[in-house]
């Protein structure tokens, strides 16, 4: 990790008003900083917000743009060149709502419409304006795969450079995918936390001293993209908080920044405070959260990852703690599922919704529904679950349990047979 200096700020970052440590809430200027000098805690950004209403708000671009009063970004980033994500569906679920016997109102909000199909659009959208202030000329990251997509795809647009670094044995559609965007690609023999550490060492270098790494140097502004998702539940709910969210847990940076994008709008009037719990979703190959949940502890232990859940294949994850403080403070909890049911929730929500998600879509659904089954998570309360990428990109995932329901002849007869043992619905009901 680096201490922070003093940079020379370039231009406006909106209602952004410095850097604040989350531990011992030491303060600092804005710039490429992420950890405190003073006890190396993690540094957030402070705000002061003035003049958001609903009406600002809902005039405002389709897109994460319209929530610009209330992140750290001049309020003319949406006419700089970008992806301009977000805006996703909130999809109502009621065919996996009755298969799961709920009976509370459930939603999945679906990232998968996304410039390059999942949630980290958002995130580096916000990285990008900050590394644009801070006079940074290269975007970089360490990757699981979807932030990589994101990161060389937000740089093509933007006129940037990129260098993505990724573990080496990424599902082979987030590879491909980032590297036809152009930049550099680096994979890395190791896992997500060989990357990261990597990815820490560099930013010391000479040669990177222009290169913004949006999970790194700029992750204080990065973060606060993930606000985002909880902004627009609540805005398409028109204007409340659900009941209860899943969220899919990596380094748990998502599911502590919809927490804290509904108390900031309800610290701002603009949705009613109203009680809420948040329940974070691991894969069991990976669950180092989970784990601390169950054993009632507050630290969060290092694990090797060994899962097809790869985008949250987070063995070290940075804001495993402050995932658990959430849960508990809201009554929610974090749970596990093996890969045998990721494979399962992705099929289950295909089939009963439409929706093609990706592993960490898997996991949430399962989670979801191992939840239901210990009792934790209410069947009658207003449920929404996100969905934070595609399943065209873990096609592996079901590569081996999905496929033709028969190979035929081009003959009426084979198609009689083959629809016997399992004749079409009749009835949409």
């Not at 990251?141 to 080496?168: D, E, F, K, Q, W």
């Not at 036809?180 to 994979?187: E, N, R």
Request: glycine fraction near 10%; charge should be negative; aromatic fraction near 6%.
């Amino acid at each position: 990790m680096t201490a922070p200096t003093t940079p020379t700020v370039r231009a406006d970052f909106g209602p952004a008003t410095g850097l604040t440590c989350r531990e011992c809430g030491a303060g600092y200027a804005l710039g490429a900083a992420y950890a405190c000098a003073d006890c190396f805690g993690p540094l957030e950004i402070a705000y002061e917000f003035g003049g958001v209403t609903r009406e600002r708000i809902a005039a405002g671009p389709a897109s994460i743009w319209r929530y610009a009063p209330l992140l750290p970004v001049a309020p003319y980033a949406a006419d700089e060149p970008n992806l301009a994500p977000g805006l996703t569906s909130l999809v109502r679920a009621d065919n996996l709502a009755r298969a799961l016997g709920m009976t509370g109102t459930l939603w999945v909000k679906d990232e998968r419409a996304n410039p390059t199909h999942s949630f980290k659009d958002r995130v580096v959208a916000v990285a990008q304006s900050a590394a644009r202030r801070l006079g940074l000329r290269t975007l970089a990251c360490a990757s699981t795969g979807n932030l990589a997509n994101a990161v060389a795809a937000a740089a093509a647009r933007a006129g940037m450079g990129s260098v993505v670094v990724i573990p080496h044995d990424l599902e082979a559609g987030k590879t491909l995918t980032t590297a036809a965007y152009g930049g550099t690609l680096l994979a890395v023999r190791g896992s997500y936390d060989d990357v990261n550490r990597l990815c820490s060492e560099l930013i010391g270098e000479p040669f990177t001293q222009d290169w913004g790494f949006v999970n790194v140097n700029l992750r204080p502004y990065y973060a606060e993209g993930s606000k985002t998702l909880g902004y627009e539940i609540a805005e398409q709910l028109g204007w409340r908080l659900p009941q209860q969210v899943v969220v899919p847990v990596a380094s748990g940076s998502l599911l502590t920044k919809v927490d804290k994008a509904w108390r900031e709008l309800t610290g701002l009037g603009l949705v009613q405070d109203s009680p809420y719990r948040m329940y974070g979703a691991q894969a069991t190959g990976c669950s180092p959260v989970a784990q601390a949940f169950r054993s009632g502890a507050d630290v969060v232990r290092p694990v090797r990852p060994d899962t097809i859940a790869r985008s949250l294949a987070i063995g070290n994850p940075a804001d495993g703690p402050y995932a658990l403080d959430v849960a508990r403070r809201t009554g929610g909890a974090v749970a596990d599922v093996d890969d045998a049911a990721i494979v399962d929730g992705i099929r289950l929500l295909a089939r009963t919704e439409g929706i093609f998600g990706e592993t960490a879509g898997g996991v949430t659904v399962a989670t979801l529904q191992a939840l239901l089954a210990a009792g934790t998570l209410d069947p009658a309360a207003e449920t929404v679950i996100l969905n934070t990428g595609d399943g065209l990109k873990t096609l592996d995932a079901v590569a081996g349990v999905v496929g033709p329901t028969a190979t035929i002849d081009a003959d009426v007869a084979q198609v009689t047979a083959a629809l016997a043992p399992t004749p079409l619905p009749t009835s949409l009901s």
